[in-house]
Structure formats: C-alpha cells, structure tokens
C-alpha cells in the first residue's frame, strides 16, 4: 500500500519544521510542494486524505525535500514559482525571489497613477519582472511600463513572465545599469528595489539568501546607500516635472537614504512603514 495523501503532507510539513523560521512558512513552502509538485491543495486534502500517492511522486517530493533541507535551497526555486501582488511568476537562480513587504512598492505606484495622472512608470533593476509587471496589471489603458535590468538572465526570467501573464504589449524591458538604457527619456514615476546589502554583511544572511540568491541583486557595490545616491542624484534627469521617486528601504537605512534625496533637491520625502512597523519605502517628489 502506498503512502496517503495526508501522510505526505504530515511528513513535508515536519521535515520542513527544521529549516523554517515559523508555522506559516512552514505552511506556505508545504502549500507550494503541494501546488506545483502534486497539483493538489488543501481542499484536495480535505476532501481526500486516504488517496494513495504515486511511488513516482512520493520520490520527486522526497527529492525536494532534500534539496531544501540539505542544501537550504529555497523552495521557490525549486519549484520555479514565486507569488507576487497575486501574479504567479517563474523564478530561478538568476533572479531574487520577490517579497511581500515589495507590494507596498507596487500600491504606492498605482495610487500615484489616476489621481495624479501618472502614466509613464519606470522600473530600475527588475529582476523577475514582478515589480513591473504587478504595476502594469493594474494601471489603466494608455499607461506605459519600462523596466531595467544589468543583467541578461534576469531579463530573459522576467520576459517569460511578461508572456506568461498576457503582459508583453504592457512592459518594455531593456538591458543595462541604472539609467543607461533609458537615456534621454523621462517618466512620472521610478521605481527600484535596489540592491542594498552591504557586502561585508554577508555572513549574516540565512544560508538561502546567501547561498543561492544572486550577490548582483542583493548587494551593493560599495556601501549600502550606493543605488539611493545614484537614483537620487540622477533621477531629476529622466522625471518629468513633479514626478515621483519609490524606493525600497534595507533595515535602518531610512533616514540616511532620506538624505540622499534631499540632498539631491527632492522636496518632498516621505518613509512609510511595512507590515512589520520596519521603515521600508521612500517616496520622494521632485
């Protein structure tokens, strides 16, 4: 007899304990193996727990599991999917595994778009594409969305992503560092995540951030206000009059980043908090 659907979950669910920081993550990864590895969910559970699983996937589960426990590879990329804003996206190696504290990000840009008329959007270092592409899921007709990234493999991620979500005709991507591939044009909004790790921090990371997501998406090249000093001092050049900068803020960086804007004549600079009271975005005006 094989093994029930019920005791496979019972069995991710306690071998994921080891590596997880919480019960919610430890629930969200078990939902992700269940989704995209056995196409089921909890109502299938539910509904269903005696249902005897295959040999053939009881072993690509196990095989997972291995992955994520030995190696602290992170379950997103393992099963090539990450969600964001409500969009499914596919992740690899090559891109960092978006968060939920980056959709503040994406409400703050939309609520700039139709009561203050904002329809040209820029999006400095996408990655996966989930910045751009959750903004441009939602913005009205006539909006236009680019997006940027230094690096080819990321693009290509975020371009699958583009066709995966019907989003192509939306989103413009183009490859090159902050605002090179976009010189001489000028939007109502930029918008980044930049990296912001100060790369003598590293050790710190949890082994899945260090190991396995990649160092040009996470740290900056010199110190940690590197990409706030850059967008700051170079943004004037590509927004239009009493256009919008929003960045995502590193832990305790808030009021040396405000610094940086302010001193590049930003005149309006605001921090908001994210969901766990940490200051995370910058908006600023020009």
Known sequence: ?????????????????????????????????????????????????????????????DEILKCRVERRVPIQYLVSKAWFYGLELFVTPEVLIPRPETELLVDQALALATPSG????????????????AVASRLPEGCHVVATDVSSGALRVA????????????????????????????FDVILSNPPYIDP????????????HEPALALFAPEDALHFYREIANRAGQHLNPGGWVIVELGMGLAEAARNCFSGAGFSTVRIEPDYAGIERMLTARL
């Not at 629930?27 to 269903?48: C, H, K, P």
């Not at 992503?161 to 010189?183: D, I, Q, T």
């Open 118 to 133: 904002c329809r040209r959007f820029l999006d400095i270092g996408t990655g996966s594409g989930a910045i751009a592409l």
């Open 1 to 61: 007899m094989g093994i029930t659907l019920q005791t496979l979950k019972n069995r991710i669910r306690q071998t994921l304990d080891a590596v997880t920081l919480s019960p919610e993550q430890t629930g969200a990864e078990t939902a992700y193996i269940m989704r995209y590895i056995l196409n089921l969910d909890d109502v299938a559970v539910l509904s269903d727990p005696d249902r005897e699983i295959p040999d053939t996937l009881e072993k690509q589960v």
């Open 159 to 186: 371009g699958h992503n583009a066709r995966n979500l019907g989003l192509s005709g939306k989103v413009v991507f183009l490859e090159g560092s902050l605002f090179e591939p976009v010189e001489g044009d000028v």
């Open 200 to 211: 003598a921090q590293r050790d710190t990371l949890a082994p899945e951030v260090r190991e």
